[in-house]
């Protein structure tokens, strides 16, 4: 347990705010953790499944998409506190093994992440496969943690800044996920073909949005809308007043006394609003409410 908290980021010396580490360590005395390996093909990849053993199992799965800097303290921290909530969480890897995502290497240097990136986005098809393989690895577990996850419930997904635009691509790819949340994503606009029609079935959609996210262009909001309307999609979309880009990451607190113009900042607000959202729709969507 203790190297699952250090992991996670829920050391003492942990950044953010301290009611997500308290809760997380309250809520899961037994929170373990696993690496699991699989590939994108030739890429090698490596994700890692939370759980609490001191909670009833098998367990629906929610996998975390990670921002642009790859799955580092800030996701695996996330992925604990679902754990926290009874699921099984996995941290999705997009990067692959040769990237270094953590610290002491870590996070990946910005021009590896534009370069990264730009290639998987120049290519739906590329960029759809290896974010289907997290959810393939999911399906896939190797035969120690089968018992972890409930095979039988659809998982869900969610993501943050680049990981919300992936889980949106996951919807719009079919990939038999159950619900998808996007946590100040951008772009919203599909980088391939359109959500098709679900016919007011599907996965349900969730779009966490900053009304002052710079990086979301101009009608990505009204278009998001459209496609979802078009395609009959079970979806919402929640606009946090005075919310820049980044709203749920703690590095950010305070961003703009440093900087007045700076595009990014925690809120508070939007931070748990989205995240006491995310709660609700995911007991929903396993029958736990």
Do not use: K
Request: charged letters at 20%.
């Amino acid at each position: 347990e203790e190297g699952a908290e250090e992991a996670a980021g829920l050391g003492p010396d942990a950044p953010g705010p301290a009611w997500r580490l308290e809760a997380a360590r309250a809520a899961a005395p037994g929170l373990q953790w696993a690496a699991v390996p699989y590939a994108d093909g030739d890429v090698p990849l490596t994700g890692f499944l939370w759980w609490d053993s001191a909670a009833p199992g098998p367990r629906p799965a929610v996998l975390v998409f990670p921002d642009w800097d790859g799955t580092n303290e800030f996701e695996l921290q996330q992925a604990a506190r679902l754990a926290a909530e009874g699921y099984a969480a996995f941290n999705a890897d997009v990067y692959g093994d040769g990237v270094p995502q953590r610290p002491p290497e870590g996070p990946v240097p910005i021009p590896e992440r534009v370069a990264q990136i730009g290639a998987l986005r120049a290519d739906p098809e590329v960029y759809r496969r290896r974010l289907l393989a997290s959810v393939e690895a999911l399906a896939a577990l190797p035969p120690n943690l089968t018992d972890v996850v409930d095979s039988a419930a659809p998982p869900a997904a969610l993501g943050f800044c680049f990981g919300g635009t992936s889980v949106l691509e996951l919807a719009r790819a079919e990939a038999g996920l159950s619900a998808v949340m996007s946590f100040h994503g951008a772009p919203l606009a599909p980088v391939g073909a359109p959500m098709p029609p679900q016919g007011g079935a599907g996965p349900y959609v969730v779009v966490y949005n900053g009304a002052e996210d710079a990086s979301v262009p101009p009608g990505d909001l009204a278009g998001f809308a459209a496609e979802m309307s078009n395609a009959s999609a079970r979806w919402e979309l929640h606009d946090f007043y005075g919310a820049r880009h980044a709203f749920t990451e703690p590095a950010f607190i305070n961003a703009s006394l440093a900087n007045p113009q700076s595009p990014v900042e925690y809120s508070e607000h939007a931070d748990r609003r989205s995240w006491e959202s995310t709660l609700g729709l995911l007991a929903l969507n396993f029958g736990r409410a």
